[in-house]
């Protein structure tokens, strides 16, 4: 389950690719928890290559995007054409309280405001 | 029909997802149509995972497939049993939407996706066990 980062200036973008399921995410939380702990305050968390997500990687979203907050930090997902993870995350109501963008320039300008 | 038991263990949900995703294959299941089941499936396995208390260990996990075809109606249903302790997930209210991240709790979720991807739910408490369908329109 590989998740890597890249920093530009104040913006942190993690790329998330696999499966999110219990095992996906408990293979990645750590990691996810140390990249998203506010090193960089505008984080968007890239899903565009997640092929399945469940409410346990959901839950590591919020918590995350949560504790960011806290720091005053922001979080936005970019989901490019994936529909599978976007109708998940609006199913969820998730997509109101952690924006969800189609287009990462959106989600990158949307982190940093 | 296709048939499949598994433990109620986390270790199994992927053989279950696996499983899932070849049958679904093998009755000409829409690949999009098979990744919403495969979605539906894992909340419901790690429900009974996580909340099935001690007697969902008992017992494998069984799981059924089938394909229901009623005038120009055609959905895929599966269904799935454990002896866990009884819970109708069909009349369980979904957890109140949160209007903001500060109190937005992390669980509680997988009801939600269920509901919410599945066109039809089902469920009856039987010889012991909790019987689950839901089903999508294919």
Known sequence: MPIDFKDNNNLRLITIDGRLDSAGSDAISTKFSAMSSGAKPAV?????RVSFLSSIGIRLIIQNAKALQGKGGKMT?????NEQVGTTLESTGISSLVPMFSDLVLAEQAALA | ?????LKA????VRA?????ERTAHQFDVPANKALVLDQCLD????NIVMHGGSSASQTPVELSLAINATGLNKEVAVTVSDSGIPFNCVEAPSKARASSLEEAEPGGL?????????SRLAYEFRGGRNFLTFAIQI
């Not at chain 1, 997902?77 to 054409?81: A, K, M, Q, V």
């Open chain 1, 44 to 48: 968007v968390v890239d899903l565009s």
């Open chain 1, 77 to 81: 997902l970019f989901i490019g054409g």
């Open chain 2, 1 to 5: 029909m296709a048939l499949f038991a």
């Open chain 2, 9 to 12: 263990d986390r270790a199994e």
């Open chain 2, 16 to 20: 279950a997802s696996e499983w899932l």
């Open chain 2, 43 to 46: 909340e419901i396995l790690m």
């Open chain 2, 110 to 118: 997988g009801l939600a996706i269920i509901k919410g991807l599945s």
